[in-house]
Every structure is written in structure tokens, then in C-alpha cells.
């Protein structure tokens, strides 16, 4: 069998690969994968660019993008994940002290200044930002933004250090079934950056490297198939969540109902997609999260046929 | 000293292990912190057992003292004889102690990057950068405890016509090894606590690092808090082994 | 400052004459070296900090000879024999040795700082083997001369003992052997017997002479009891206070080997007082 | 010593510095990784001097500072009577060995949730949870360093009647100082890496490691790396201060 | 194990008698001091290890008298002294003060090992004045007492140094001088003059005894100068090697103040004499 290097973060946004892995897609291509784990978007982009793995589960694309820059074609993705409030993702969560229910009521809150915690990295640190300033709120004055490390998230807002938090899934689900904590708005990205009804923001992706494909374009023509049986399978059979268990940073209480992005291969974005995905990314421009434009389409590539 | 008042004495440890539990149940108790967040201690000795018997604690357990024993080995085996080169000469050791200083204070998470790119993601990378950091806290107590050696046990050899070889092996070798211990000592506990940290945040499929942040990503407050006194206890238990090893070598000290 | 090599190389062919008969080469060598003299000091200079140890101090010390130095607490004594064995750096001047360099030299030296001289990680015993070792003597010959110098030492030790568990009178004796075991060229001693009760003093001023006897070492040794230092030497070098000069050389010539009588002897008297009237002249500063 | 000579005396950590920098260019120059990965020591320094000279740098490095000094003093300042107080009596010192020896062995990284949950996100959580870590260590070292003390002196002031706690402050605390200062040196060092990791994993606007991890976000190598360079030269400067003091006070070392 | 407090207390008020006209307090008290004894030792153990020190030893030191203490190397005096200061444990019997415990009685020690003894982070001036900061005398009345001691002493020695820039005799003497500078009640002395030169040790003699004679302190002094210990001596303690006893309590009654003339005097000849034909007798392996 052909061999491909995956690096893999535990995360659910990964599940294609352990769908694919566990209900044995790439053995049926032919393909034997080597997970490599690696905790987070710099680890797996260096890894990329220095060659010990061919392609990477799960990377933000914004990270992803900015590799490219400095080396064109490092990840290429095959996939990308949209998430918006039907899919949820990144998402606000308030103390129940509070009393709201929207980050628009925030600005009837009396409490000068908000703690405000959010996902750590500047990326999820504007995603924050971009939420509050929506609602009219002003950093330093209205609210302080502290940015924390995933795994104490859970902790820092049960204990009620802070009001709000910009969290992520399984986090949220986590933490909004433990204690006096309210789901206030979902798909952050996508309201509040994107500003579409119905938009998706394609935050992360599945990504090869393009030297790998050019070696072997076949090989990677059958881990996209693989790819493309999981994210299928992933839509239509609540029993590919199995595969969250054990793999993935997931509760086995919450892996039935946990929210998952919405996984999408490149064959099956529309035009309007591909617009969306372009604000994203011009907007990490624009916040120098990317160091230059990028045209959206150039590092996307449909492998399946 | 009779029998019974041996075993009270050899049963000093335990006080240190019943005064933290006592106060964690303290704390528990009186609720400082939520008890969600903080669980009772019997629950995490409960969770420590289960883990322990049915063996995925005890898994990861051993995969962090292998890890562990083999970098704290090689930054021993390296670091000695360097430090004691080194300390051996005032002028050499300051002409590097920048280099020695300044990686003693970057944290190994900020070099897991450097060894990821250079030695790839597997054990390797974390030995090595587990063997380095600890290394460094080895070689820097030997060499102080060379610079701090008494100089007249240093002519005496020099006028025997011991050469530099013989000095350093026969002279500033003794001389340092109350310091070397505690050097070994502080590396040792480095060591755990690097090899934790790189399977924190370097992926691992195993490792107390690795359950450590699961069971903190996963919500399970008392396997998290197993994870850490299992780690705690290693420490201690390499401390101990690494005091019962000086005991029975370094019976001069103080004298 | 690193010591000084010897300077004029000891002439192994004849030294060639030149056209007038001369022999600069020889001439040179005994302006260094008078006849017998094994190490020559000259125009040695020696201060800690602000204090001025010697300035300008010369002296010759006679091969094959013991000479014993006798002056005043603090005058420089210790200074004086740590320089010439290479322990402590001096400021000017030089220290020459015939013959041989400082380094091909085979000296030992018995520390005043007894305690802090052995290895306390090393029994008795392995500290008495251990200069033979690092001569690389083989281990059968080493047990061999260890034994017969602790047979002819006959002294109650227990020479498996750390340092640490030994009195400090038994701490001085190891010191000695240790020194005495390696046969050096040329030996140093500060204060040998100040720890030694009576008995043990006679034994080893005993020994020390046995074995100049035999071997006709060099030997510098430093006291404070006039009795050992006249008893042993065949000069005695009295010091000043510092700035230190040399206060007297005086020889004693008394016939070898000497005895407990030998104290007795009128000229021992005469030695012993002229060396305390001259002590107690340039030592004293009241 | 003349004019020259001492000055190249004093320049000895130069040497360190260059060779440091000689070794990384070789490293880059040689391509032994991916120079996107690592950046030439030049670009390194560039971004260094930039960062200094714009402020952003500049104001990080000066937080961290901040919070290391305040979390180095408040570890030394109880560490050091309390290690000279357990280190006076070998049974005491057996009894909390355990706790010492856990917590040291025990990541930092791993205990702060706990802080976080006790104290909050704040600068206090930071400067607690890092004062905790050095102080462990500094209070180990100097415990040892009471331990190993020279028996005659202890008797020499217990003869002169010196009470129990004389005998700590003039004796066992001077006795102990040289190994006290290789506690804080080791201490000084630990602190800085606690901090930054905490500026790195703890919420963070500021300091060295928030820059550090933002750097690696955005995958901004020579920034990254400048700030590496930046936190490995404090810890220097850090030890170096202290070596410095030491000189001072510590005389008679050796001797 | 911790030192005995004294065991029978000091008669203050008259004891009272019993019916009979006997007086058991004062029986028991004479049982264990006999008039002017200070220390009572009674069926001391001491071994290390396998080696036995003392077995079942008794001694009484009396109040008010120099006691010299000579013995072979390695025969146990300074393990005596030191049980006796309290600063080794022993094995078994009975260690008792007359008057006051251990705890209230003011001793100094001069050590034979004087390098480590001081304390080198202070200056030689510094080592002098701590006994009596320790003693908490005001800073003023400290330095006119150091002030006193040090011109008495009249040595020319540099007391702002570091103990670590002397000489081993400067080291000496300054352990002397912080020893008798609190003005003891019980002096313990071992080895005091060994590295000390001639005419120190003269110096160091007489200020003993004058000291003795101002102040009636109580000495025990280790010496292996048999000179030495006869001059300063009202009682010399002969001890034998190991297990040891005591071989001689031999008293020289001499006049004070003692002077170089001493020496001389027949008394002093026969004593000195004496002392030495029981050490070689008791001491001697050979
Ligand atoms: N490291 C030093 N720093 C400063 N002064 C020193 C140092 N070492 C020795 N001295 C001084 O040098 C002088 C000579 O010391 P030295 O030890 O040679 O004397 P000595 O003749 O051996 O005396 P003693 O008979 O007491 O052993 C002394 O006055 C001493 O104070
Ligand atoms: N810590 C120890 N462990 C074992 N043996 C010891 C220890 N200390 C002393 N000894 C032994 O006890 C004996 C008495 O020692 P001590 O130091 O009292 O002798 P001393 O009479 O003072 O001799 P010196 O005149 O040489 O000073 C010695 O034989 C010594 O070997
Ligand atoms: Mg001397
Ligand atoms: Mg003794």
C-alpha cells in the first residue's frame, strides 16, 4: 500500500481522517496512513513545510494560506469545513450573571470593563474582537480580551473568572452542560465578518502537500476519494460520529450531539462559496493575521478526478 | 535507635504525602474552589487506583519513565564530564555561559519548534529536547560545584603531579558530587517535567503529558488530577532513588 | 604568572671551551648554581595586596640536604615553599631548579592544612596509594611499597578509615606517608609534626632522616619546635618578619644518623641557642 | 593584568554570544532545515533590533521582566529562611521532602488550572504560580546547602552558645550562601521560563511569550525566533546580575 | 542523645540537717563533686563503630584549675572535650556540671581543627567580637573589651584580613582570642598552640595564666608539648591509648605567676620527667 503521512490534531474538525481510517476508505484505496499527532497549526505547517508529513487532518486555513505565501503550494487543501450558526463552531458563551441572551444586549449590561476570554491566537483573538465591536463595545475601555489556552477554557468559565468567552467546540458543549453558563451566538465568523445570511466561514480544511501530489498524483487522487467517502459518509450517518470517540478530544457523553462543521470537498463549493471564502481570507489580510492577498481559489484543488 | 523508631523515621516521607492530601481535602472541604473544578482528593486517589489497575494510567505511566529515564541518563552521561571540563577553568566556563544561561531560561516549549523541525516528531525530538534542557541544569550545578571545589585538595593533587585528566577525574569529580547530586537532582525533576510538558504539546499518543491534557480537553477533573499526582509521585520517587544513590556514595559531606 | 622552567640546561656533553680556554656555558650555570644547589631563588617578589611578602628575595637551597626554615608566625613560610613547588603564582623574579624543570621534578609535599589535603572519598590506605598511582606504578608493586612503608611506620591507624574518622594527629601521619611513599626528589614540609604527639614526632623525625639517609632527597621542611628543626637539618634558614629577608643560614653538621642523644650534644646546644637568640631578635616586635 | 588583557577578560560572554550566533548561521547556512522554518541569524537579528527599536519588542520584553523580578523576589524572599529553617534539621526536611520534591517534578503548565481556578487570570495567578515554581527550587538548593554545611563551624557557634535561630541567621544562611546563590540562579532562570509559558498558555496581552506564540501563529520565523533571542538573553542578563552580587558577597568560596 | 542537666543542685540556703546530724544532700552532693570538683564524669561509653573509646571512664575536673590533657594520637581527647562541651553525644554514664547545667555554664572552645573553626564570610575582627554579639553585649562595651584584648595580645597581625588571608598561626591565635575574649567560665583548649611559633606560643602561655590567675577560670587543655602542658598545668591528665584510661592525675604545685625561668626549676624537671616516662610506658605500641 501506498503510505501517507497525515499529521492529525485531535480535534472533531480531524473526523474525516478517523472515519476514513476506521471504516478502512484508504485501505480500500490503497493507501496506508501514518498519523502523526500534532498539537496545533504551527506544528503541523512546519512539519509540512519540512517534508515529515504529507498532509494534515485539519489546518485553519488562514494558517494554512500564510504557509503558502512563504512556500506556494505546502497546503493545498482538499477539503475545507464551513461553520456558521447552523454549524457551529467558534461561539460566544456568558456567565449567567450576566442576563442575556445576545451579544447585543451586552450594551445594557452595567459591568465596566467585561473579562472577556477567547480562543488563544490572533486569528480567534479578531474573531472576538470583530464580535464585540459589532455590538458597539470598545476593547480596553468596554471590555478586556484575554486570550487562553483550549484546555483551560472549560475551567476559567465554570470557576467565573470571566463574563464572556469566545470559545470552540467541544468546549462550549462541555462547559454549557456543567454550569450557570448561556449560549449567546454561534458562527461568529460568519455573522459578524462575513456578514451574509447563510454564509459559511471556511475557518479550517484538509491539506496536502502540493510537492507530495506532484510525486505522486495518483496516491493523492485516492486519498481524496477516501477523503471525499468519509465527508459523505459523515453527512448522512450519525454512526460515523462513532469515530469521535477515542480519536478525538470529544466527550463520549457529547459525541452524539456535539456540533460538527460542515466538511466539504472542493468539488462541492459554489461560486458563492468560494466569495465567502475570499472575504474570510481578505479580511486576515486586512488584520495582517496573513501577510499578503491571496487569491482563495489558488491553493484549493479538486483531486477527485 | 530501636526498630520502631527506625521505621518512624524511615516512614518520614509519608508525612509529606498525608500533609498534601490533608490540605487538598482542606481546600476541597471548605470549598475555595468549585468542586467540579477541584475534586475531592478520595475521588482522585479513587481515579488514580482505577487507572492504575486497569491499566491505561499504568500505560502512560511507564511510557513517561522510559521517556524520562533515557533523556535523564543522556544529559547525565553528557553533562558531567562537560561540566566538570568546564568548571575547571573560570575563563572557559564564562566564555560560555552565555550559551549555557541563555538556553537554562527558554523554555522548552519554546525550543520544541527548533527540535520538531530538526528531528522530527517522534520520541527522538522529545529525548532530545528533554536531554538538552535537563543537561544544561546538570552541567551547570557540576561546574559551580568544581568552581566552589577546595583548593587545597586541588594542590595537593597538582603537586602529586596529577595531570589535567587526572584532576578532573580523581579530584574535581569527589569535589563536586554533593553539588553534582543536587544538579542531578534539579535535572531529574526537569527532565519529568519537559518530557510532560513535550507530550502536552508535541502530539503524543501516550504519556502522562498526553492524559494530563485529555483529561483536561475531555473535562474529567479527577483523572486530570490523577494524571498529575501520578506525575508528582514519579518525581519524588526518582528523587528518592537519586538520594538513596548519593547516600551510599557521598559519605563525607559536611566534613 | 606560570613558573618558570629551569634556565640553563644541564650540561649533558662536555660544554664546549671557547678560544681562551673559558667555558661561558659553565660559567653561566654556576652563577645560577653555585655547586650543589638544587633550587635557586632570585630577586623573588611576593605581595597580597597591599602587603609586601619578599621583594628581591634570593636564596639557594643545597641539594641532597635538609634545610628547615624557622621564623615567625605570618613572616611567609608557607608563601615561600608554595611558590617554589608551584602552587601559588609569584609577582617577579625567579625560581630555578638544576637539573630538571619544576614539572619533571618529582616533589611532594606535606600540607600545614593537613585536614583539607587528603581525600576524604578515599580510605587511608587509598590515599597513600593514590600519588603512586597517578605515577602509574602497577597495582603489585603499589601494594608492595605501601605495605612496607606502613610495616616500617608501625603506627597504630586504621588505614581503612576515611579522613573524617581519624584523629588529627593520625590525619598528619597519612599526609607524611603519602608523601614519603612516592621516594620524591625533593620534598616540602610545613609543619609536619604539629599534630604529632611525642612519641610519634621522634618516629617520623626518625624516618624522614632514615630516608634522607638512603636516598639523599631534598628536603625543606618548616617548624615551629627548634629542637626538630635543628635535630634534622643540615641548615637552618631563619626569617624575618615581613617584609621577610633571610635573618641567618646557619649550618649543623652533626654526624648522621642522630640519635635521642644527639640533643645533648654541646654543639646541638650551641646551634639551638644561636638559632633562638637570632629569632628572638629579628622575630620579635616588641 | 594590564589595561587589554582585562578587557578581554570582561568580553568573555561575547564569545558566547558569537559563537552562539556562528553555530546558528552554520546551521542555517548549511540548510539543515528549511530556512522558512529557520531564519538566518541575521534576519533574526534584524527583527530583534526592529522590535527593540519600534517599541512592540521593547514593551513585551520590559512585562516580562516585570512580572519575573516580582515573582523572583517574592520566591527568594520566602525561600530562603524557610530552606535554611528545613535544612537545619535532616528529619524535618525528610518530612516535607515529598511535597517539595512533587511540585518540582510537577509541570507548571499542569498546574494552572489550579491557579487559575484559585486566583484568577490576572498578573497574580502568573506571578503566584511562577513564584511557587522558583521557589521550590530555591528552597531545595539552599536546604541542601544547610545540609552539606561544614559540621566544625555549626559546633564553633553552637560552643559560643549561639541559640537556634543565631545559629540559622550567622551561621547555617552564610554557610549555605554559595549554594543559595546557585539556588537563585537556578531560580531566576525557572521564573523567566514560567513566566513566559504562562504569558504563552495563561490569557495574555503582553510579554515575551504572548509574543512568542503569536509570532509562531501567524508563522512569523524571525520574529518568532527574536523573541526567543530576546527571553534567552534576559535569562543571561538575569543570571549574570546575580553572579555579579555573588562576587560580592560570596568571598571566600573555596577557600 | 542530649547532655545531663546537673544532678544535684547547689546547696544555696544551708541544707538541712537530719535527725541523726547527717546532712544526705550534702552526702550525695559530696558523692558526686568532691570539694572543688567542677566536672564529674562517671562510667562514660563512647565507641565509633566497633572501635570503644571510653568504657565505663570516670574523671572529676576540678573548679578553678588548669588541667593539661596528654596522650598518644588518636587516644581520644578530643572526643573527650568534645562530649564533655556538649558537642558529641556519648554512648552512656553521666557527664555532670557543678553548680550550673552545661546550658547555663559559659564555656569556650579553641579547636584543634582552628581553619574551620572561623568563619570566613566575617573579618578576623569580626570572628573576635561575635561571641560577645552573641552574648548580647552592647556594641560600644564590645569593642572596648576587643579593643583590651587585642592591645594586651599585642600581635602584628592584620585583624580586618579574612581568616582565609592568614597564616595558619594568625588563624591560631585569632581562634584564641575569640575563646578567652568572653571571659569563660570553663575553657576547653585543644591543641592550642600547634601551629603557633616561639615566642607566640611564650606570649599565649602567659596570657593564659594571667588570665587564670585574674579570673580563676576553669581550663582543660589538650597539648602534645609536654612543656607546654607542665608550665600551665596544676593537674596533668596522663591518658593511654585506646580503650583509654586515665594512666596518671599528676599535680605540678608550682608558684604562680610561672616564668621562662620556670622551666628550670628541679619541681618542674621532676614532673616533666615523670609525665614522660608514664607516656612512653602507657603509650607506646612498640
Ligand atoms: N590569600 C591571602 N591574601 C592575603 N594575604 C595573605 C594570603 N595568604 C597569606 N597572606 C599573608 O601572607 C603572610 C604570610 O603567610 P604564610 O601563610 O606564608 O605565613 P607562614 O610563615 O606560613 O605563617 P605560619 O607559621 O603561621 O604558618 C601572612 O601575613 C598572611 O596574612
Ligand atoms: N567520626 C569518627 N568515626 C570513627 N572514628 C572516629 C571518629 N572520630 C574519631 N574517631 C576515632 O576515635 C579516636 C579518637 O579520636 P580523637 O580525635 O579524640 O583523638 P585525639 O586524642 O584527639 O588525637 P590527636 O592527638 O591526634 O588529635 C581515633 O582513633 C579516631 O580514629
Ligand atoms: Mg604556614
Ligand atoms: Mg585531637
Redesign the interface.
Same mark, same amino acid.
Given at each position: 500500500a501506498d503510505l501517507v503521512r497525515v499529521g492529525? $490534531?485531535?480535534v472533531a474538525s480531524s473526523l474525516p481522517y478517523y472515519v476514513a481510517k476506521d471504516r478502512g476508505y484508504f485501505a480500500e484505496q490503497g493507501i496506508e496512513t501514518e498519523e502523526?499527532? +500534532?498539537?496545533g497549526?504551527?506544528?503541523l505547517?512546519?512539519?509540512l513545510?519540512?517534508g515529515?508529513?504529507d498532509a494534515a487532518a485539519n489546518l485553519v486555513t488562514l494558517?494554512g494560506m500564510?504557509?503558502n505565501l +512563504?512556500?506556494a503550494g505546502v497546503a493545498t487543501y482538499i477539503a475545507i469545513n464551513g461553520q456558521n450558526t447552523e454549524y457551529p463552531m467558534e461561539q460566544y458563551v456568558a456567565h449567567g450573571r450576566l442576563g442575556i441572551e445576545t451579544l447585543e444586549e451586552l450594551v445594557n449590561v452595567d459591568k465596566r470593563p467585561l473579562r472577556v476570554?477567547?480562543a488563544?491566537?490572533?486569528?480567534n483573538m479578531a474573531v472576538a474582537r470583530a464580535g464585540l465591536s459589532a455590538v458597539g463595545l470598545t476593547e480596553g475601555q468596554d471590555y478586556i +480580551?484575554?486570550?487562553?489556552?483550549? /484546555?483551560?477554557h @472549560?475551567?476559567?468559565m +465554570?470557576?467565573g473568572? $470571566?463574563d464572556l468567552g469566545m470559545t470552540l467546540e467541544p /468546549?462550549a458543549t @462541555?462547559?454549557l452542560g456543567?454550569?450557570n453558563l448561556v449560549a449567546i451566538e454561534s458562527g461568529i465568523i460568519a455573522n459578524r465578518v462575513i456578514q451574509r445570511e447563510g454564509a459559511q466561514a471556511w475557518a479550517a480544511g484538509a491539506a496536502l502537500n502540493q510537492a507530495f501530489i506532484d510525486a505522486n498524483p495518483d496516491v493523492a487522487r485516492r486519498f481524496a476519494l477516501a477523503w471525499s467517502k468519509a465527508v459523505d459518509d459523515i453527512a448522512n450517518d450519525p454512526g460515523a460520529r462513532e469515530s469521535l470517540k477515542g480519536n478525538t $478530544?470529544?466527550?463520549d457523553d457529547i459525541a452524539a450531539t456535539v456540533p460538527l462543521p460542515k466538511f466539504t470537498m472542493i468539488k462541492d463549493l459554489d461560486d458563492q462559496d468560494l466569495a465567502d471564502f475570499q472575504t474570510f481570507l481578505d479580511w486576515g489580510t486586512e488584520l495582517?493575521?496573513m501577510r499578503q492577498n491571496v487569491a482563495a481559489s489558488t491553493f484549493l484543488k479538486d483531486l477527485e478526478n | 535507635m530501636n526498630a520502631i523508631e527506625r521505621s518512624i523515621q524511615s516512614a518520614k516521607p509519608l508525612w509529606g504525602v498525608l500533609g498534601l492530601l490533608a490540605v487538598w481535602w482542606l481546600v476541597w472541604k471548605i470549598k475555595v474552589a468549585d468542586p467540579v473544578l477541584l475534586p475531592s482528593p478520595q475521588a482522585t486517589m479513587f481515579s488514580l487506583w482505577s487507572g492504575m489497575t486497569d491499566g491505561s494510567l499504568w500505560h502512560d505511566f511507564v511510557a513517561t519513565v522510559r521517556l524520562t529515564t533515557v533523556s535523564f541518563l543522556l544529559a547525565a552521561v553528557i553533562a558531567i564530564p562537560l561540566g566538570i571540563f568546564l568548571g575547571s577553568s573560570v575563563p572557559l566556563y564564562r566564555s560560555v555561559e552565555f550559551i549555557i544561561d541563555f538556553f537554562r531560561s527558554t523554555p522548552a516549549s519554546a525550543l520544541f519548534p527548533l527540535f520538531l523541525v530538526l528531528f522530527g516528531t517522534g520520541d527522538l525530538s522529545k529525548i532530545l529536547v528533554t536531554a538538552f534542557g535537563a543537561g544544561l541544569v546538570i552541567l551547570f550545578n557540576v561546574a559551580y560545584g568544581v568552581m566552589n571545589a577546595r583548593q587545597t585538595r586541588l594542590l595537593a593533587a597538582k603537586v602529586m603531579g596529577a595531570n589535567k585528566l587526572q584532576t578532573l577525574r580523581d579530584v574535581m569529580f569527589w569535589e563536586s558530587l554533593p553539588q553534582t547530586f543536587i544538579g542531578l537532582r534539579n535535572g531529574i525533576s526537569l527532565a519529568l517535567v519537559i518530557v510532560i510538558v513535550a507530550e502536552m504539546f508535541i502530539g503524543s499518543t501516550e504519556g502522562l503529558g498526553h492524559r494530563l491534557v485529555e483529561a483536561q480537553m475531555l473535562f474529567r477533573m479527577p483523572e486530570m488530577y490523577a494524571a498529575i499526582f501520578a506525575a508528582g509521585a514519579l518525581g519524588y520517587g526518582l528523587n528518592w532513588s537519586s538520594v538513596m544513590i548519593e547516600k551510599r556514595i557521598v559519605h563525607w559531606g559536611g566534613k | 604568572m606560570a613558573l618558570k622552567l629551569a634556565k640553563p640546561e644541564p650540561p649533558m656533553a662536555p660544554p664546549p671551551e671557547d678560544s681562551r680556554g673559558r667555558n661561558p656555558e659553565l660559567e653561566e650555570r654556576l652563577r645560577w648554581f653555585p655547586p650543589n644547589t638544587h633550587i635557586t631563588i632570585r630577586g623573588l617578589d611576593k605581595a597580597f595586596g597591599d602587603t609586601t611578602i619578599y621583594e628581591g628575595f634570593d636564596l639557594n637551597i643545597p641539594r641532597g640536604k635538609i634545610t628547615s626554615v624557622f621564623g615567625p608566625n605570618g613572616c611567609g613560610k608557607s608563601t615561600l615553599i608554595n611558590m617554589i613547588s608551584g602552587l601559588i603564582p609569584y609577582d617577579g623574579g625567579e625560581i630555578l631548579f638544576d637539573g630538571k624543570s619544576l614539572s619533571e621534578t618529582h616533589i611532594s609535599y606535606v600540607f600545614q592544612n593537613y585536614r583539607e589535603a587528603l581525600f576524604p572519598w578515599m580510605r587511608a590506605i587509598d590515599n597513600i596509594h593514590y600519588p603512586l598511582k597517578l605515577m602509574g606504578v602497577p597495582a603489585a608493586e603499589r601494594k608492595r611499597r605501601v605495605d612496607a612503608l606502613i610495616e616500617s611506620f608501625d603506627v597504630p591507624i586504621d588505614f581503612n578509615a576515611y579522613p573524617y574518622q581519624l584523629s588529627g594527629g593520625q590525619m598528619q601521619t597519612i599526609c607524611i606517608m603519602r608523601a614519603l611513599v612516592v621516594d620524591p626528589e625533593v620534598l616540602f614540609l610545613d609543619e609536619p609534626f604539629s599534630a604529632l604527639d611525642y612519641e610519634m614526632t621522634l618516629l617520623m623525625r626518625d624516618r624522614l632522616q632514615k630516608i634522607f639517609q638512603e636516598r639523599g632527597t631534598t628536603m625543606m621542611m618548616v617548624s615551629h619546635n627548634l629542637e626538630d628543626a635543628v635535630w634534622l637539618a643540615d641548615h637552618i634558614l631563619l626569617l624575618t618578619r615581613k617584609p621577610t629577608r633571610i635573618a641567618d643560614m646557619v649550618a649543623f653538621e652533626a654526624d648522621r644518623p642522630r640519635t635521642a642523644t644527639t640533643v645533648s650534644d654541646p654543639e646541638f646546644v650551641r646551634v639551638q641557642k644561636h638559632c633562638l637568640e637570632i629569632f628572638l631578635k629579628e622575630a620579635s616586635v616588641r
Open positions: 492529525s $490534531f485531535p502523526v499527532r +500534532l498539537m497549526g504551527p506544528a505547517l512546519s512539519a513545510i519540512s515529515q508529513i494558517e500564510n504557509g +512563504l512556500r476570554m477567547s488563544p491566537g490572533p486569528a +480580551l484575554n486570550e487562553l489556552a483550549m /484546555n483551560l @472549560v475551567e476559567a +465554570l470557576a473568572t $470571566f /468546549n @462541555v462547559m456543567r454550569g $478530544f470529544t466527550p495582517g493575521l | - | -
